[in-house]
């Protein structure tokens, strides 16, 4: 069914004011007085009137902010995810309006928060969300992008990295490197990171036929996992190796086996983390880490989240995403490694 | 001159609507038309009336946005700044609108954009702006607080550390430590921070009758602060002492001179670093360093502000404070330290 262009005459008929005010009321600057601006712009978005891209704007009303909620920022890993997004959404115009919130329902509350603000888009990093409020934010017409985090919420689209085949690759390396009691040093269980990296190292170690030889929970806290990982050395059979769910976690543990327990890494025992931040590259740790591509994920991010605003304005459905993107495993100096590796390592086709 | 307070009913006429409608125009979620709310405020402000705390946040239309803007993320002292200033916030309900941008020109465009957002305040942590948009943001009623940095702004509060005290204190802690070369490594050399803190050292040194060794210039960042003291380790009489003037750079200093010139820290060279962030005190690094007293920053930013939008809001004057918080020098084991020397050290009171 064919509709007839809804032209700035209808627009000025429906609104009762000259198609002159139309005009002006659509052009940034011109003189128009606040409350005829006010009644064109109802007339032009009960008609569904598009004059052009900078008046569908001002039909629109976007508020030109992205709501972005982060759990926690002294995980590297974040402020450069931080930054990088925001810069992306400076380009187009936008900014970020920023909400700290831990995990769990503290987070549910700010988000709720987020909606009184008219955003255009939300973007969590590190932060999962209740279906209650991806749902408020589906019928609002609000998209959102889930960073680092999946959820089961089907409205959301999710950016990753490869969480589970970087868990399963570390597994395979410790194994050929020689490792005979490997552990694994949990980040907060209920985290998709965490349960995505254990589930393929579990499943890596399986193909091995090697079973778990130690596990701590480190719940991505420093002093947590310097205590779980100092507990695990001080068992009678201590691990050869520790996979750290991340690099915060990975740098706690060298600092506290090396200057509290005198050992020597990768000596006595090896440590692979997960994210390659800065600190992992500085070469009094020297990593071994399977990496987060921060840059593709921010592009990414921004991509979908700025085609997802454009559908919502159009009036279009948008489907949400999942987007994992690929990583690799850097080899440095923390770890004993399988023979003939090079500088990243990869599971060999077969595996 | 007293006046008559004004009253609903002043309102009311004022609107040409009901008493009732007055009243229900300012109680939230009442059933009441936009346009007569509209009007109701319209007449409120011109009369000067003030219902109640909430109808003058009503009648001010407060946003709730803060806008806040960051030049960097990398160096930890900034992701530290940005979420507690976030949290406090967030404890008044209102929210952070992040603006990332470097120093000096760039960050003054994006603080233009800024004022395009109906933000009720303007946090500048580690930016500095124009004289200019400062007189914007006072025009617009629009309190600024700048953190860990001052500029030459009037209308501006500013909240800093004690840079000039802490310069002056390393000066004479590394003379007292028996060095006799003692280098400086600056940061940028526009930004208050390195030009007090310099100050500060150099007063120092002239006190106690020694002469700058060595300088360099490392812009607080890692690369450019390894290359500068790389460089002057390689000259015929390198330095015995190096101030280098955040941690950041710090840390990056200790890493290039151990790995790249295997040297020891403070066996041949001792490094005294500012912050004391996170990382300083990894007892990897175990940079002796003078404390910016991050939480203490925080509150004061947090409380300036909030004064400040309170007066704002009551059209009351708000004079732009100077809050300098004391930090102290911590001594830990990348320096050699004077004989006696506690966990922190100071100026005696005679210095």
């Not at 719940?219 to 009678?236: F, H, L, R």
């Not at 200057?259 to 800065?278: A, E, T």
Request: hydrophobic share 40%; aromatic share 6%.
């Amino acid at each position: 069914m064919a509709r007839r262009k809804v032209t700035s005459i209808d627009v000025a008929r429906e609104a009762g004011v000259s198609q002159s005010a139309v005009s002006r009321a659509f052009t940034p600057g011109a003189s128009v007085a606040a409350e005829t601006k006010e009644r064109v712009h109802k007339a032009a978005i009960s008609l569904g009137y598009r004059p052009n891209a900078i008046a569908r704007s001002l039909i629109t009303r976007r508020s030109h902010m992205i709501g972005m909620a982060v759990s926690y920022l002294d995980n590297h890993f974040y402020p450069e995810l931080v930054q990088g997004i925001s810069d992306q959404c400076q380009k187009r115009g936008y900014h970020v309006l920023l909400f700290t919130a831990g995990e769990g329902d503290a987070a549910n509350t700010e988000l709720q928060r987020a909606l009184d603000y008219q955003i255009d888009g939300l973007v969590l990093a590190s932060v999962s969300l209740s279906s209650e409020i991806a749902n408020r934010c589906h019928a609002a017409g609000i998209p959102v992008v889930m960073v680092n985090r999946v959820s089961d919420a089907p409205t959301a689209s999710k950016i990753t990295g490869s969480n589970e085949l970087g868990g399963r690759t570390i597994a395979h390396f410790l194994v050929e490197g020689g490792h005979k009691r490997i552990a694994y040093l949990a980040g907060i269980e209920e985290t998709s990171t965490n349960r995505d990296r254990e589930r393929g190292f579990m499943a890596g170690l399986a193909e091995k036929n090697v079973t778990l030889h130690a596990r701590a929970v480190g719940n991505y806290d420093a002093d947590q996992a310097a205590k779980g990982a100092v507990a695990m050395m001080q068992t009678p059979a201590p691990p050869d190796a520790i996979f750290c769910a991340n690099d915060h976690m990975a740098i706690a543990v060298m600092d506290a086996l090396r200057h509290d327990l005198g050992m020597r890494v990768p000596d006595d025992v090896s440590i692979v983390g997960f994210d390659n931040v800065g600190p992992a590259q500085w070469p009094t740790y020297s990593i071994t880490s399977f990496s987060q591509p921060v840059d593709a994920m921010i592009e990414a991010t921004s991509e979908t989240l700025f085609e997802a605003i454009e559908a919502a304005v159009e009036g279009e459905a948008f489907e949400a995403e999942s987007i994992e993107l690929p990583g690799a495993l850097i080899v440095r100096g923390s770890s004993k490694n399988p023979p003939g590796c090079g500088d990243t390592w990869a599971l060999s086709e077969e595996a």
